[in-house]
């Protein structure tokens, strides 16, 4: 990771042989005098067994998943523009070359521009009451209650805090959407905790019925308030592409881009689906797996939106709008092993890492996202695929 003026260098490639341990870590080398740190794990070295201790049980060993990098990739984000090559592990052969392909389409446009726009982990407990007139009485008691809940969410937490209380009526139902800040961390252990606390609470105070910290259980899966209300880090990201560019490139226009744009808003309106992207979770899982994240709140990270247009002087405008991001640089397993060498390669390890980590994400899902819809319409993609991918004859899988 650089902040200098001076632009990173395109990574090392051999056309002959891109997988023999030479290029490999020449590669590796290239990231290290880059961001200014060792990456041990990253080439091969054993993390100690008892890094795993309160992550995981009945430990047998680590997992092996390739990690490549993408990029050079300009973002500017709010604490400043940087230069990255961005890890992403995964399997699938030619993803991260058209992350790339993305990147230099941006960078080519100046870069991206990327903001994290809103923040808030949210936790939806639920109440039942014996009738509605019961749940209103105690939306009421909830909602003069904020200091008192800031108190018991206090107790047992140095990092986060309680910023809201929503109470929502669900017939004889109440949902206590309560909003936390976590600093750097996801926070959900903590989240839950409090919310247990402030729901007893609540429940004793009020003559609830039944109580479940859980109710409304929007963890670790698709729903609508993740793209409305957002949850965890939101994040919005932008770029322009030249039209030179776009056809030098991609071989594509900006009024095609406009055109399947168009097609794939049709489809997804069917669908009702969350996810308006197009490979948002390629790269989220991608640099997700690669930096230790929780991979299960991928169904909520990769909510979100996509937009084209043109500019007055004929070049692609794109942004993409990621209202869920779930991500934590301290705690869980970000610190460990090959996670907290990739966060260190982005400049994100540790406090004061998460804001910038959400909005590099961000840039990242755009330049998928540019890259992967200028394959579809110069009909690319199935090639690309079988020059890169596994279907390749000895590249495994199917």
Known sequence: MTSSSAPLPRIPRDRHDDHHAEIVGRRRSLCEGTASVALPHLGGQPVPHDQARGKVENLLGWAQVPVGIAGPFRVELTQGAREVYVPMATTEGAMVASYSRGMRLLNEGGGARARMVREGLSQHPVLVYDSIEGAQRAAAVAEASLERFQLLASEHTSHGSL????????????????????????????????????????????????????????????????????????????????????????????????????????????????????????????????????????????????????????????????????????????QQGTARECLELLGCSGEGGAQPFAELLGAVVLAGDLSLMAAFCSHEFVAAHERLGRNRPGGGGG
């Open 163 to 334: 910023a809201r209380v929503e109470p929502e009526v669900l017939g004889r139902r109440l949902i206590l959407r309560l909003v936390f800040l976590t600093g750097d961390a996801i926070g959900i252990n903590m989240a839950a905790e409090a919310s247990d606390r402030i729901c007893a609470d609540l429940a004793g105070r009020t003559g609830a019925r039944e109580r479940y910290v859980h109710g409304q259980d929007v963890e670790k899966r698709a729903n609508a308030r993740a793209l409305v209300e957002g949850r965890g880090r939101s994040v919005v990201a932008e770029g322009v592409v030249p039209r030179a560019v776009l056809a030098e490139v991609a071989r594509v226009t900006p009024e095609q881009m406009l055109a399947i744009a168009r097609t794939y808003a049709a489809g997804f309106a069917q669908l009702g689906t969350q996810n308006w992207t197009i490979q948002g979770a390629n790269g989220l899982a991608g640099v997700l797996l690669a930096c230790g994240q929780d991979l299960a709140y991928l169904t909520e990270c990769a909510t979100g939106h996509l937009d084209f247009d043109l500019t007055a002087e004929g070049d692609l405008y794109a942004s993409v709008h990621l209202p869920s991001l779930l991500v934590g640089t301290v705690g869980g397993g970000s």
